[in-house]
């Protein structure tokens, strides 16, 4: 008896797997791939309206300038290095 009650068991377990497998996981999974492809629509379009942004005139001229450190040295200075002599 305990053999026949394991083997329904053990069917009706399977025939739930495959149930789940038919079923459920691919609605889980177009899911998951509509909410990406939206977020990447979501981001093209971000870009796109940046790029817009970042767009120039014609004609226009933007100067970047590098900022000065403060307790750099200039370039073209040097930096004294103390040394000994080795006499071999």
């Known amino acids: ?3 026949l ?5 053990l ?3 399977s025939y739930a797997v495959r149930l789940f497998t038919r079923y459920i996981v691919p609605v889980l999974f177009f899911n998951y791939m509509d ?3 939206h977020e990447f629509r979501q981001r093209k379009k971000k870009e796109q309206r940046e790029q817009q942004k970042a767009k120039r005139r ?3 001229v933007s100067i ?3 900022p000065r450190h403060p ?3 200039k370039p073209g200075k040097g930096v004294y290095v103390d040394y000994e002599e080795v006499k071999e």
Do not use: N, S
Request: glycine share 8%; no cysteine; net charge negative.
């Open 1 to 3: 008896m305990a053999l």
């Open 64 to 66: 970047d300038y590098a």
């Open 11 to 13: 069917i009706i377990i």
């Open 71 to 73: 307790g750099k040295q």
């Open 5 to 9: 009650r394991t083997i329904l068991i």
């Open 58 to 60: 014609e004609g226009e």
């Open 35 to 37: 909410d990406k492809a």
